[in-house]
């Protein structure tokens, strides 16, 4: 018989051909997890660079928050709509002095209120805006944190094939949101922050030491 007669003839029986692939498949072996290996293993070493980043961003928000509160409160004292108390007494003294030396001193006007400086009132906005800001990417990182922990979860409750449905749609879904551009952004916000709380100190010493 000749051989390649033999290898063209028909299977008996109705059984299918022992190719690799039917091998494959009749091995039980869940080919979807190979699929979806590399992909995953990308997808969840995206996210916990996005975690890291955004943890160390709150961390050092958290701090910059207290640093920046303490000055606020210190420089509002500026921005107080009447004067010192001790200023007041300096102020009451001379003129009383003033009285006992020469009768004809007017008296003061009890009506004259306190005018904060211009340098004051621009330390102040700096340093509000520097804190609104830090705070505001605070908020935005711990929303951030709370919906990777969720992206990451749902994918453990369906089959192999349904996950690498689901990962590619959401694989698209990001790249059309720009999430990458929105975790720099946090970033952004906190430098921005960082810059504004630097040039209100500039101007609150060269007030204060000029």
């Known amino acids: 018989m ?6 063209r003839a028909p299977v008996q ?16 072996h869940d080919y ?3 699929l979806l290996r ?3 293993e990308k997808d969840r070493a995206q996210c916990d660079a996005w975690r890291d980043e955004v943890q160390n961003i709150l961390i050092f928000v958290s701090l910059f928050s207290i640093i920046v509160t303490a000055f606020v409160i210190e420089s509002y004292k500026a921005l107080a709509l009447r004067q010192d108390p001790a200023d007041t007494t300096v102020t009451l003294l001379t003129h009383i002095a003033a009285r006992l030396d020469d009768p004809s001193t007017p008296l003061l006007d009890p009506e ?5 400086t211009s340098s004051s009132v621009r330390v102040n906005a700096f340093w509000v805006i ?5 705070l505001t990417s605070a908020l935005i990182g711990i929303l951030s944190l709370q919906w990777l922990c969720e992206d990451q979860r749902y994918l453990e409750h369906f089959l192999s094939e349904w996950k690498f449905v689901f990962l590619n749609m959401r694989t698209e879904m990001i790249d059309r949101w720009r999430v990458p551009a929105f975790f720099t952004a946090l970033s952004v916000l906190l430098q ?3 810059v504004l709380f630097f040039i209100g100190l500039v101007d609150f010493f060269a007030r204060h030491w000029g």
């Open 2 to 7: 000749n051989p390649d007669s033999a290898r």
């Open 13 to 28: 029986g109705g059984s299918k051909p022992k190719d690799k692939y039917f091998r494959y498949e009749r091995s039980g």
């Open 32 to 34: 979807w997890s190979d």
């Open 38 to 40: 590399l992909p995953l």
């Open 112 to 116: 004259v209120t306190f005018t904060p």
């Open 130 to 134: 520097s804190l609104v800001l830090g």
């Open 192 to 194: 921005l922050a960082f």
